[in-house]
Structure formats: C-alpha cells, structure tokens
C-alpha cells in the first residue's frame, strides 16, 4: 500500500486529496483544528469566490508573483475545470460581477461539505486535532511527517499545504514555510497582501467609517507613479481599506520597504481641471453671500469637508464672492489630487494572503514535487504566489493541489495535460 500524507485540511490540501486517492494508496489529512477548511469558510464573505471565469491570460495576469511558473498546472486543472468538479460534486455556481464565481447557494459551506463528502467516499483518512511537527526526510526522500504527540507517521509521499501566514485564527501560521527551511528549500519573506494601509495623516483617520465609490487612486514614491486604478476605497480609524486598497497593496505594497508612499486621491475623475472649475463656479454663482464652508455639501460629503477646508487656501467663513480665481482654481487642484501619506500595510490578522514563500525555483512547476527532496510536495498559498481578489487565490489552490495530488498518487496523467506545458522554471 503506498501512504500518502497530506499537512492541511484548507482548500489545497482537500482537493489534493482527491486526486492523490486511488487503488493501491492510503491518503491521509492531518489537520490540526477541530474541521476542515477553517479559512474556506470565511473566503468571499462566506460566501467563498472560488474561482474567476476569465481566460488563462487574464488569470496569470491577475497572479502578482511568478505567473508564469502556474503555467502547466493551470493548463492541467484550469477554472473551467473547478467549476465542472464542483457541478459534479453537486454544487451549482453562478458568475457574478468581474467573473467571480460563487456557489449558486451562497455558502461557501457547500464546497467544503462537498469537498469532504467526497474525501469520505474515497475513503480519505482525515486527522482532525493533528498538528504535524515536521517532516521526516531520509537521503534526500520524504519518509513521513512527525505530529505533536511524538508519533511517527511513514509516508512515500507528503504533500505540505499548509497555507501562509494570514488571518493566523484559521490555522494557517507559517509551518510549511519551516519545514521548507529545514530540508534547505529557500523561502521568500513573507509579507501581508490584499490587506489595508495605514496613513500619516490625522484628516485621514478623522475621515473612518467614510466610503467613496468612483474615484481614482493614485500611489507613487519619488514623484513616480506606480499605481493608479478607479474603484471604491474607504476611511478607518488606521488609514484605507476597501477593494481599491487591497489591489493596490497587493501591486504596490512591497516598494514600503524603501520608505512611504505618496498618495493621491482623485475625488471628481469623470470632469477634467475646466469641468470641474466651471462646476465650482456655478456652486460659486448661486450661493455668492454665503460662506464658502456652507457651500461644499454640494460637492463633497460631509466628512470631507472639514480635510479639504484644512487643506485650502480659501478660510471656511470666508465669503464666496470675495474668493480669488487662483483659490478657486487651487481648490480644484485639491479636488483632484487630495494628498496623503502611506506609512505602512496592516498586519497578517487583516490580510487577505501572505505574499512570499517557498520558492518556485525549488519546486517542479509541473507535479508541484520539490527539487531537492524527492517525494515532497507544496500546494496553495505555502508556495511564493499571490494574486488579486476576484477568486484567483484559490485556483492557485486548485491548480497546485490537482497537480501535486495526481503526481502524488504515481504519476497518472490528467486530460489536459501535455509535454508542451512542461516548462522549467
Ligand atoms: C478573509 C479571507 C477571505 C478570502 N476570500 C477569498 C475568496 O473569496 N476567493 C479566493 O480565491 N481567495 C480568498 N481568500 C484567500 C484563500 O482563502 C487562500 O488563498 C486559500 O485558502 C489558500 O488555501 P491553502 O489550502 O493553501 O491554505 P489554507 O486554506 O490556509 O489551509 C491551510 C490549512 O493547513 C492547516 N495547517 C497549518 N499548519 C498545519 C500543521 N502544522 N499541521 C496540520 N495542519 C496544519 C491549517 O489549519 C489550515 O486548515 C481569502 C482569504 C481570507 C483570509
């Protein structure tokens, strides 16, 4: 009988299961909570965003850190592929804005109690309350893992799907990324992704519980700008959060380490600098006795106005028809490009994933297994991939684990796969 362990109960390690079962092979799942799929549960506000419809460009386009290596093992499992596992085992999906695709039901409870019922007709033997210590690797071949409890487990194959480091409460605390160091593997740090910023500035934090849909944000350092998309971002007590956020975090975040970034927000992106300034000077027109202060609800939100009164040049009771064409056409400036400072991401407690970890040089892009340690392989968010929200995170998940779990099992090759998609990384 070949005995195949699997460390991690998540997304990866569940499908992986799957596919490494079959005559003649044992699978085991140490998990070490009390159930399966802790962070699946919460995925897509529990409503879990399991994949994206999109093509294969759009896909690796939208993974932020070696695309290129998901290559072979998106080709061998691909979205569409998630999708007809999930209808076959019975869960329907619906495609909603941006291509994301749900479970028709909305619970992401579905697609863990349908990954389980399955992992049980396979007869998958799962290890719930099982914390695996380490791995047990002989002449450079995987012999087993060791768990919490002393006991030595012999495997021929083990496949780490351990998960990174983010929301820790669901499990996921780094392991694989040590059991990766201690056989030599090299690991790339770690770092919070899809996660909120803190700013600098007090306005900034005065402004929380404030959202804005339709602007556009723009992040840069050194008068370069790096990023710049449209969307909808919100204030909190630390700084920014909201989908425009996560994204640029997840594009920018890593140019923190060479200090803050400049940002700007550009609060009226459908009219250009004239638009705008014929707009205020309408608002100007019709209410030329009041004060200018009185005048803004017409034009900002409420939280707003008190940030962009301390940043004009124009004071709050000053009357609107004594106000200057410069002040006026600086107020506009303002408008378009309201200034801050970001000083830092949130930690792993808020992020979405972790971006970092073991590197993809170390591992076989095409069977997931590790160069260096024959019969050790990584799936999921264990290995050095991230990508942006929208359900690209767990098809890396999906594909990498299909991967693993078939070459696991002996090697049995899938329906989509070919040489041609064998490319070294
Ligand atoms: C709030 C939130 C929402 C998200 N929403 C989405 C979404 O809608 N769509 C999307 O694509 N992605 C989403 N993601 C990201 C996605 O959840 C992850 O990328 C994905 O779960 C990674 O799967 P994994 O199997 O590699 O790791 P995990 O799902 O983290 O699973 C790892 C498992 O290993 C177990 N484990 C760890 N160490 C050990 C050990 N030593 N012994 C035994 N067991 C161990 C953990 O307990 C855990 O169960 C979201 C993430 C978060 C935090």
């Given at each position: 009988?070949?005995e195949?362990?699997?460390?991690?109960?998540?997304a990866a390690g569940?499908?992986?299961s799957?596919y490494?079962?079959?005559?003649?092979?044992r699978?085991?799942?140490?998990?070490?909570?009390d159930?399966?799929?802790?962070?699946?549960?919460?995925?897509?506000?529990?409503?879990?965003?399991?994949?994206?419809?999109c093509?294969?460009?759009?896909?690796?386009?939208?993974?932020m850190s070696?695309?290129?290596?998901?290559?072979?093992?998106?080709?061998g499992?691909?979205?569409?592929?998630v999708?007809k596992?999930?209808?076959?085992?019975?869960?329907?999906?619906?495609?909603e804005?941006?291509?994301?695709?749900?479970?028709?039901?909305?619970?992401?409870?579905?697609?863990?109690?349908?990954?389980?019922?399955?992992?049980?007709?396979l007869?998958?033997?799962?290890?719930l309350?099982?914390?695996?210590?380490?791995?047990?690797?002989?002449?450079?071949?995987?012999?087993?893992?060791?768990?919490?409890?002393?006991?030595?487990?012999?495997?021929?194959?083990?496949?780490?799907?351990?998960?990174?480091?983010?929301?820790?409460?669901?499990?996921?605390?780094?392991?694989?990324?040590?059991?990766?160091?201690?056989?030599?593997?090299?690991?790339?740090?770690?770092?919070p992704?899809?996660?909120?910023?803190?700013?600098?500035?007090?306005?900034?934090?005065?402004?929380?519980?404030l959202?804005?849909?339709?602007?556009?944000?723009?992040?840069?350092?050194?008068?370069?700008?790096?990023?710049?998309?449209?969307?909808?971002?919100?204030?909190?007590?630390?700084?920014?959060?909201?989908?425009?956020?996560?994204?640029?975090?997840?594009k920018?975040g890593?140019?923190?380490a060479?200090?803050?970034?400049?940002?700007?927000?550009?609060l009226?992106?459908?009219?250009d600098?004239?638009?705008?300034?014929?707009r205020?000077?309408?608002?100007?027109?019709?209410?030329?006795?009041?004060?200018?202060?009185?005048?803004?609800?017409?034009?900002?939100?409420?939280?707003?106005?008190?940030?962009?009164?301390?940043?004009?040049?124009?004071?709050?009771?000053a009357p609107?028809?004594?106000?200057?064409?410069?002040?006026?056409?600086a107020?506009?400036?303002?408008?378009?490009?309201?200034p801050?400072?970001?000083?830092?991401?949130r930690g792993?407690?808020?992020?979405i994933?972790?971006?970092?970890?073991?590197?993809?040089?170390?591992?076989?892009?095409?069977?997931?297994?590790?160069?260096?340690?024959?019969?050790?392989?990584?799936a999921?968010?264990?290995?050095?991939l991230?990508?942006?929200?929208?359900g690209?995170?767990?098809?890396?998940?999906?594909?990498?684990?299909?991967?693993?779990?078939?070459?696991?099992?002996?090697?049995?090759?899938?329906?989509n796969e070919?040489?041609?998609?064998?490319?070294?990384?």
């Amino acid at each position: 009988m070949r005995e195949i362990a699997i460390i991690g109960g998540g997304a990866a390690g569940m499908l992986a299961s799957l596919y490494a079962s079959g005559p003649g092979i044992r699978v085991h799942v140490f998990e070490k909570n009390d159930r399966l799929g802790r962070k699946l549960f919460i995925t897509g506000k529990g409503r879990c965003n399991l994949t994206n419809d999109c093509s294969r460009d759009q896909f690796l386009a939208s993974v932020m850190s070696n695309g290129k290596f998901l290559y072979s093992a998106f080709t061998g499992f691909s979205n569409q592929d998630v999708v007809k596992l999930f209808h076959s085992l019975g869960v329907r999906t619906k495609v909603e804005r941006g291509n994301r695709v749900f479970p028709q039901s909305d619970h992401s409870s579905d697609v863990i109690r349908s990954l389980e019922r399955r992992m049980r007709e396979l007869q998958v033997r799962i290890h719930l309350k099982s914390t695996v210590t380490g791995l047990i690797v002989r002449e450079g071949k995987v012999a087993g893992v060791t768990l919490e409890n002393g006991a030595e487990i012999p495997a021929d194959a083990v496949l780490v799907a351990t998960g990174g480091l983010s929301y820790p409460v669901t499990g996921s605390t780094g392991d694989g990324f040590f059991f990766a160091e201690n056989e030599g593997l090299k690991v790339t740090a770690p770092a919070p992704s899809l996660v909120p910023m803190e700013t600098a500035e007090s306005y900034m934090t005065d402004m929380q519980g404030l959202s804005l849909r339709n602007v556009e944000l723009r992040l840069g350092q050194k008068g370069k700008v790096m990023f710049r998309e449209f969307g909808e971002m919100l204030f909190t007590h630390f700084g920014i959060s909201g989908p425009l956020v996560l994204t640029a975090s997840a594009k920018v975040g890593k140019n923190l380490a060479k200090g803050p970034l400049q940002g700007e927000i550009d609060l009226k992106p459908a009219l250009d600098a004239e638009q705008l300034d014929r707009r205020i000077l309408r608002d100007f027109e019709e209410n030329k006795n009041k004060q200018f202060k009185n005048i803004l609800g017409g034009l900002l939100p409420s939280k707003l106005i008190a940030p962009a009164l301390s940043l004009s040049s124009i004071a709050g009771d000053a009357p609107v028809h004594g106000i200057e064409k410069k002040d006026r056409l600086a107020f506009g400036r303002l408008l378009k490009a309201f200034p801050f400072t970001v000083t830092g991401l949130r930690g792993y407690d808020e992020a979405i994933i972790t971006r970092g970890g073991v590197s993809v040089r170390e591992i076989n892009p095409r069977t997931m297994e590790a160069k260096k340690v024959s019969g050790l392989y990584f799936a999921g968010e264990v290995l050095d991939l991230d990508a942006l929200t929208g359900g690209f995170n767990l098809q890396i998940a999906w594909s990498t684990a299909h991967a693993a779990g078939v070459h696991m099992s002996g090697g049995k090759k899938s329906d989509n796969e070919s040489e041609e998609n064998d490319h070294e990384f």
